[in-house]
């Protein structure tokens, strides 16, 4: 089954889908299997493409008129068409650069690769600069993480407060700055240190 996404930049209605969509029509997609979106490329929230890639099943194929209507950019293009090759979802281009791409055929299958080649080689890229820079943070005397809430001298004073059996817990949080949840985080009720998680 073919299905459709057609996409304009503009959604004041000075541009119009019928370009598009006669396009994916005359392709042979029915006009109820067609989604579309009246937003920027480089806008994360498409709720027409989110229902498209929800309603593609393997088997099917994406049909698209250009390669620029379906990714924000490259990245997210080559991520698109790879988690579409790992469903078993085909993917056609119709006009412009990209209209080599389809999977129906010998050339479409091997430009299916390469984006899947490529999509694996963002993510290695990516895993390798975080480990790159979280070993050269380390090596300066950096931990990774979350800051914590408290200094060595607050939790002294936690636990002071704590130890007494008439405390509130609400109010030794207040006048530490924290809140509640926090303070039982590095304190026991009764102002003994919790052990590490």
Not at 117 to 134: C, D, F, H, N, V
Request: charged share 25%.
């Amino acid at each position: 089954m073919l299905i459709g996404y057609a996409r304009v930049s503009k959604a004041d209605g000075s541009q119009l889908l019928d370009l598009q969509m006669d396009a994916l029509v005359e392709a042979g997609v029915a006009e109820n299997r067609i989604y579309s979106d009246r937003v920027s490329g480089k806008t994360a929230q498409r709720p027409g493409l989110d229902a498209c890639l929800k309603a593609l099943q393997p088997g099917n194929t994406l049909v698209v008129w250009k390669l620029d209507r379906l990714g924000r950019d490259l990245k997210h293009l080559v991520c698109t068409v790879d988690e579409l090759r790992q469903r078993n979802v085909g993917f056609k281009v119709l006009a412009g650069a990209g209209a080599e791409i389809d999977t129906t055929t010998a050339n479409g299958r091997l430009f299916f690769a390469v984006f899947a080649a490529l999509a694996e080689y963002e993510r290695e890229l990516i895993s390798e600069r975080t480990r790159a820079g979280l070993s050269a943070a380390r090596a300066r005397g950096r931990l990774g993480g979350r800051p914590r809430k408290m200094d060595t001298t607050a939790l002294h004073m936690a636990m002071t407060a704590m130890s007494d059996p008439k405390a509130c817990a609400q109010e030794v949080a207040q006048k530490l700055g924290v809140t509640t949840a926090t303070l039982y985080t590095y304190v026991n009720g009764d102002g003994s240190v919790k052990e590490a998680q």
